[in-house]
């Protein structure tokens, strides 16, 4: 395809969400080819991420969404210029809660932000996921046999 315009982006993708979902769709509009890095488990060491679920499996969740043509490893910090320059990117776009971190980019390719979506992160997943968890198994008992007696009185 002549002048194809390629765009890469960079994440960690754990328990994909929503919001990373809005996010690659959102990038593939601006072009026509998606190459995606997601950080392997080593990496989110260094960047201080504790993961859930396993590179292998957050790679082919994401290899697996429609609007993603390729997916890399991000091994390191250095290797977006190699990646840039390999894969012939036109566009460099993250969330904006990196605003200003890649701008270094600007001199190989367009370097985008584009805004979070609101409400929704793997932190806050996390979090009421636990709260779920932490609720003592007798309550959630008490609030079934609640549940069952309230259908068996509306019979
Ligand atoms: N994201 C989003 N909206 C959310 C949550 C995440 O748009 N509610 C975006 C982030 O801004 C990021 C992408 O989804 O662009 C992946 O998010 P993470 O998995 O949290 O990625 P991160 O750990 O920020 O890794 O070299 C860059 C880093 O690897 C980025």
């Known amino acids: 395809m002549e002048n194809k315009k390629t765009i890469i982006t960079y994440g960690t993708f754990d328990m994909f969400h929503i919001g990373h ?10 072009g026509d080819e998606l190459i995606v890095a997601v950080s392997t488990d080593e990496f989110n060491e260094l960047k201080g ?5 396993p590179y292998e499996q957050r790679a082919e969740i994401v290899s697996n969404i429609k609007c993603v043509n390729k997916v890399i490893p991000e091994n390191s910090w250095d290797q977006k210029i190699e990646d ?23 001199k190989y390719c367009e370097v985008v932000y584009l805004a979070r979506t609101k409400n929704v992160s793997t932190t806050k997943l996390k979090k009421s996921l636990s709260n779920f968890l932490s ?17 068996k009185d509306f019979e």
């Open 49 to 53: 991420k504790k993961t859930l679920i």
């Open 84 to 106: 840039v320059e390999q894969y012939n990117i036109d566009i460099f776009a993250i969330g904006d809660d990196w605003e200003g971190k890649f701008d270094f980019l600007e």
């Open 135 to 151: 609720i003592p198994k007798e309550d959630i008992l008490n609030a079934f046999t609640i549940i069952e007696q309230l259908k």
């Open 21 to 30: 979902l809005k996010l690659l769709q959102r990038l593939k509009e601006f």
